[in-house]
């Protein structure tokens, strides 16, 4: 099984930083995307940031220009930069990685607990 740990959240003001780490202890398992996910209270969740093993990034509209998803080389961890964050950005974070099983084809989707990020107005 492959299992998500987050770090990082907490609450901040309006115009601030956080910055979100994840690692993924995946033995027998080739993580191939990792990213994050947002889900307000009464919203849908929504993906934030994905950055695949060959580094190219797909991000949400509205956090464009201010969050970076990141990978560090080599390594199952994935971390999301935030920047000049707002009320809107108030959520439950979670860390989200696609692997499968070595010498298999499918991929499966696997979650972290979910991290609390407060923007402060």
């Known amino acids: 099984q492959v299992q998500l740990v987050e770090s990082g959240g907490g609450l901040v003001q309006a115009g601030g930083f956080l910055r979100l780490s994840c690692a993924a202890s995946a033995p027998g398992f080739i993580v191939d995307a990792m990213g994050w996910y947002r889900q307000a209270p009464g919203k849908q969740r929504e993906l934030v940031g994905l950055v695949s093993n060959s580094g190219r990034t797909n991000y949400e509209d509205s956090v464009v220009g201010r969050f970076v998803v990141s990978r560090d080389p080599g390594k199952n961890t994935v971390h999301l930069q935030m920047g000049m964050l707002k009320s809107e950005d108030t959520a439950v974070y979670f860390c989200?990685?696609?692997?499968?099983?070595?010498?298999?084809?499918?991929?499966?989707?696997?979650w972290g607990q979910g991290t609390q990020v407060t923007v402060s107005s």
């Open positions: 989200y990685a696609k692997a499968r099983r070595l010498g298999r084809s499918n991929v499966l989707e696997y």
